[in-house]
């Protein structure tokens, strides 16, 4: 079992930063892949961004792509997604993710195995 808590969400001008982290519980977190998803209000679910478990393959959706990055820190348990020049549609509900394969995060989003309860992020313009 993998326990998943988000952290740093909160409100930012247009333009600003945030770092959400995401503390993870279990001795095999190392071994997992890691993801960052995104629900914004009507709307579904999106994926973000996702990390290999060793950290040696990332994956960003195109809207993100230059302005977020994603990194973890195995020692910590943490994986953190680093989010630059802020815009309003960025604000949505942003929710941490595990599995196995950073496959399954970024192309098989309702197989995967673990979510987190998510952090509230508000852009305003």
């Known amino acids: 079992q993998v326990q998943l808590v988000e952290s740093g969400g909160g409100l930012v001008q247009a333009g600003g930063s945030l770092r959400l982290s995401c503390a993870a519980s279990g001795r095999t977190f190392s071994s997992y892949a890691m993801g960052w998803f995104r629900q914004a209000p009507g709307k579904e679910r999106e994926f973000v961004a996702a990390i290999s478990w060793s950290a040696g393959s990332t994956n960003y959706a195109d809207s993100v792509k230059g302005r977020f990055t994603i990194s973890r820190d195995n020692a910590k348990n943490t994986v953190y997604l680093q989010m630059n020049s802020l815009k309003p549609e960025d604000t949505a509900v942003y929710y941490c993710?595990?599995?196995?394969?950073?496959?399954?995060?970024?192309?098989?989003?309702?197989?995967?195995?673990?979510w987190g309860q998510g952090t509230q992020v508000t852009v305003s313009s």
């Open positions: 993710a595990a599995d196995k394969s950073i496959i399954i995060l970024v192309q098989l989003r309702d197989t995967i195995s673990y």
